[in-house]
């Protein structure tokens, strides 16, 4: 048993799932708060002076371990829904590129972007695969991220793909947090099927996702549907055999240039990622849909572009919006949730309150794990993060720097700062 005592603020979203306009915004600060876990659950909270002279906690104080959170902020443990951890090395002549105003159409052109990834995760070994996921895994652990979703897409053909998926369920064993695995073997067109692009949709829907689902390697399928990587049709092609394996879908789409919407909802999406390009008709059509819009400013912010998805007309027109950082070698090396805040924050014009549960709530929903997680209450999951702050408009606030103080998963302390006080 738990007992996090002396909270700050315990922060509460008190909306419907997921959340939407206002239910976005709608959160609780229970100040001078107590919480008690049994075993991985959330059992009870409440002011510190209403539970802590409670019978039943009287009674279970032998059994207990108590953490004093010394008036700090507790809120849910941050959802990560969009990354692509499972790469070999950093893109660093990319970097250098672009710095000096190459494009990304024009980096991918030049042998860079993603396919520049394929080579070594071809070459690498599985177990380096999976020490460097793991190594990420821990990382997001120590800023208060408990539940990461994981894609594949840098091997693209199956051996690599099954290999950067087994590195995804041997990384995420052991690890205190919850892992949901992607397969994105649609992520672009492998060099070797350049001039025979059918014939890579055909492996895809015929070889790869039958064998995904029957190895049980990932719970979605993603397509990068993008200029330079997948049209349309060829996504929904891939959606098909998703649907037929009982693969959920979620895909990158409208991040760089326009593209419909309308097509892909018959697959109801669990997620819509990016969504920097979308029409009037579609954002309406998103609000009264189930499929989550996950944004993710962290790409926007490292290609240095001006403009970001326009986080307030979705909100404001009732679509489910979720936050992510994007992790991944080419253009949004960032782990941090708390930085992902701050951009929507700064650049969208999200109210920190609609940050943390965009974070939380609506991310898990996109994963479907909202029943057991993304919000403080009995009997979901105790998943926690422990910020260093008065207030919780400082995590997105004090912007570049970790405030995360303990990341508490499954009820078990799972990361802590050495210096406690
Ligand atoms: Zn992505």
Same mark, same amino acid.
């Given at each position: 048993?738990?007992?996090?005592?002396?909270?700050?603020?315990?922060?509460?979203?008190?909306?419907?799932?997921?959340?939407?306009?206002?239910?976005?915004?709608?959160?609780?600060?229970?100040?001078?708060?107590?919480?008690?876990?049994?075993?991985?659950?959330?059992?009870?909270?409440?002011?510190?002076?209403?539970?802590?002279?409670?019978?039943?906690?009287?009674?279970?104080?032998?059994?207990?371990?108590?953490?004093?959170?010394?008036? #700090?902020?507790?809120?849910?443990?941050?959802?990560?829904?969009?990354?692509?951890?499972?790469?070999?090395?950093?893109?660093?002549?990319?970097?250098?590129?672009?710095?000096?105003?190459?494009?990304?159409?024009?980096?991918?052109?030049?042998?860079?972007?993603?396919?520049?990834?394929?080579?070594?995760?071809?070459?690498? @070994?599985?177990?380096?695969?999976?020490?460097?996921? #793991?190594?990420?895994?821990?990382?997001?652990?120590?800023?208060?991220?408990?539940?990461?979703?994981?894609?594949?897409?840098?091997?693209?053909?199956?051996?690599?793909?099954?290999?950067?998926?087994?590195?995804?369920?041997?990384?995420?064993?052991?690890?205190?947090?919850?892992?949901?695995?992607?397969?994105?073997?649609?992520?672009?067109?492998?060099?070797?099927?350049?001039?025979?692009?059918? @014939?890579?949709?055909?492996?895809?829907?015929?070889?790869?996702?039958?064998?995904?689902?029957?190895?049980?390697?990932?719970?979605?399928?993603?397509?990068?549907?993008?200029?330079?990587?997948?049209?349309?049709?060829?996504?929904?092609?891939?959606?098909?055999?998703?649907?037929?394996?009982?693969?959920?879908?979620?895909?990158?789409?409208?991040?760089?240039?326009?593209?419909?919407?309308?097509?892909?909802?018959?697959?109801?999406?669990?997620?819509?990622?990016?969504? @920097?390009?979308?029409?009037?008709?579609?954002?309406?059509?998103?609000?009264?849909?189930?499929?989550?819009?996950?944004?993710?400013?962290?790409?926007?912010?490292?290609?240095?572009?001006?403009?970001?998805?326009?986080?307030?007309?979705?909100?404001?027109?009732?679509?489910?919006?979720?936050?992510?950082?994007?992790?991944?070698?080419?253009?949004?090396?960032?782990?941090?949730?708390?930085?992902?805040?701050?951009?929507?924050?700064?650049?969208?014009?999200?109210?920190?309150?609609?940050?943390?549960?965009?974070?939380?709530?609506?991310?898990?929903?996109?994963?479907?794990?909202?029943?057991?997680?993304?919000?403080?209450?009995?009997?979901?999951?105790?998943?926690?993060?422990?910020?260093?702050?008065?207030?919780?408009?400082?995590?997105?606030?004090?912007?570049?720097?970790?405030?995360?103080?303990?990341?508490?998963?499954?009820?078990?302390?799972?990361?802590?700062?050495?210096?406690?006080?």
């Amino acid at each position: 048993m738990l007992l996090l005592t002396n909270i700050g603020q315990l922060v509460q979203t008190m909306a419907g799932i997921p959340a939407r306009r206002r239910d976005l915004r709608a959160i609780e600060c229970l100040k001078n708060a107590a919480l008690f876990i049994s075993g991985n659950k959330i059992i009870g909270m409440g002011e510190a002076d209403m539970v802590m002279p409670h019978p039943i906690i009287k009674d279970a104080e032998s059994r207990t371990m108590i953490i004093d959170c010394g008036g #700090r902020v507790v809120i849910p443990g941050l959802v990560d829904a969009h990354t692509h951890p499972v790469f070999a090395e950093p893109r660093l002549v990319d970097f250098e590129k672009r710095i000096k105003g190459a494009n990304y159409e024009e980096i991918a052109k030049a042998g860079g972007g993603i396919r520049s990834s394929i080579a070594k995760v071809r070459a690498a @070994d599985e177990q380096a695969l999976v020490k460097s996921t #793991r190594d990420v895994l821990d990382r997001m652990l120590e800023h208060g991220t408990t539940t990461v979703e994981c894609k594949s897409g840098y091997g693209l053909s199956w051996e690599s793909e099954r290999k950067s998926l087994r590195a995804i369920r041997e990384a995420a064993k052991g690890w205190p947090g919850t892992v949901s695995a992607t397969f994105l073997g649609a992520h672009v067109v492998p060099k070797e099927f350049e001039k025979k692009r059918k @014939d890579y949709v055909a492996l895809l829907c015929q070889q790869m996702i039958p064998a995904v689902a029957k190895e049980k390697l990932a719970q979605f399928v993603d397509v990068f549907i993008e200029k330079g990587a997948f049209s349309t049709d060829e996504a929904i092609r891939i959606f098909e055999a998703a649907a037929t394996h009982d693969l959920k879908i979620r895909a990158h789409v409208g991040q760089l240039s326009p593209a419909e919407l309308r097509p892909l909802m018959r697959f109801q999406p669990a997620s819509l990622d990016h969504v @920097d390009h979308v029409t009037g008709a579609d954002v309406k059509m998103l609000a009264k849909s189930g499929t989550v819009a996950v944004l993710v400013p962290g790409a926007n912010y490292f290609l240095g572009g001006k403009s970001y998805p326009d986080a307030r007309r979705l909100i404001d027109a009732g679509v489910a919006v979720a936050l992510a950082t994007d992790y991944n070698p080419g253009t949004s090396p960032m782990l941090n949730m708390q930085m992902a805040m701050s951009l929507a924050c700064t650049q969208m014009r999200m109210s920190p309150a609609e940050a943390v549960v965009a974070s939380t709530l609506n991310a898990a929903y996109s994963l479907g794990l909202n029943r057991a997680k993304g919000s403080i209450e009995p009997p979901k999951e105790a998943d926690l993060a422990i910020f260093d702050c008065d207030d919780y408009r400082e995590i997105p606030y004090w912007f570049g720097s970790n405030r995360c103080w303990m990341t508490i998963a499954k009820g078990k302390i799972a990361w802590q700062r050495d210096n406690k006080s």
